[in-house]
């Protein structure tokens, strides 16, 4: 069967450190991944989009990894704040449409 | 601002009355999408229009839910005979398919949280 996989625990970490968070796949070859953020009673909020030939795709603080080999994206944010705990959700592009199938999540806490 | 908006942000109703969502997404965009979503969930697709055509509907818009893009504008999602399963927040993207820049990524709206009572 179809899953996208997100590590459903909490991620707590340092401010200052960097958060690396996990997105797996199986029985999809999606031909781009996008990775979006969602703070509570808001809709999700656009952050970074790989393309199946991209192996990597950094903007500021952020970057994003993806093996199609391993189905595999990681999502790394570097030096961490408080401001960027939130809910971080992957998505990949399925069938025709370009329509998302999205992860389920993992909340991201950054502690002073 | 000329992102994704969505009316109303909160509807309580009863079960079995009729509800009306409202999108009216990003001037340029020519896709439209509708998810759902529920606590804990990542969103769930339901159906997508190309400029004014329906072009998918997913298995989860059974008959009760209803969806039109007249004029390829703005966008409504008609849920009929409600029911406390259809508990969940409504959500609506835009992208812009076609363009010069190739297929550009979906932007969301603040979705339309939907209670039923």
């Known amino acids: 069967s179809q899953k996208i996989e997100q590590n459903s625990e909490a991620l707590n970490i340092q401010e200052g450190k960097t958060a690396t968070l996990t997105c797996n796949y199986t029985?999809?070859?999606?031909?781009?991944l996008q990775w979006y953020r969602q703070d509570p009673g808001r809709g999700p909020v656009f952050l970074l989009l790989?393309?199946?030939?991209?192996k990597e795709k950094r903007k500021e603080r952020l970057k994003v990894t993806f093996d199609t080999t391993l189905k595999q994206s990681l999502f790394h944010i570097t030096a961490s704040q408080p401001a960027d705990s939130a809910t971080y959700l992957c998505?990949?592009?399925?069938?025709?449409?370009?329509?998302?199938?999205f992860g389920t999540g993992t909340q991201l806490k950054v502690e002073l | 601002d000329t992102g994704v908006s969505q009316n109303p942000r909160h509807k309580i109703t009863k079960r079995g009355q009729n509800v009306t969502f409202r999108c009216d997404p990003i001037?340029?965009?020519?896709?439209l999408y509708w998810y759902r979503q529920t606590l804990g969930q990542g969103p769930e697709f339901l159906t997508y229009?190309?400029?004014?055509?329906?072009?998918?509907k997913s298995r989860l818009l059974s008959d009760r839910f209803s969806a039109e893009r007249p004029k390829g504008s703005f966008s409504t999602l008609e849920i009929q005979r409600t029911e406390q399963g259809d508990s969940a927040m409504y959500l609506c993207a835009s992208s812009l398919v076609g363009g010069p820049v190739g297929n550009q990524p979906q932007h969301f709206g603040d979705g339309t949280r939907l209670s039923i009572l």
């Open positions: 029985n999809y070859s999606p031909a781009y």
């Open positions: 229009f190309q400029n004014e055509a329906q072009l998918e």
């Open positions: 790989i393309r199946e030939n991209e």
């Open positions: 001037s340029e965009h020519n896709r």
């Open positions: 998505a990949l592009e399925t069938g025709g449409g370009n329509k998302l199938t």
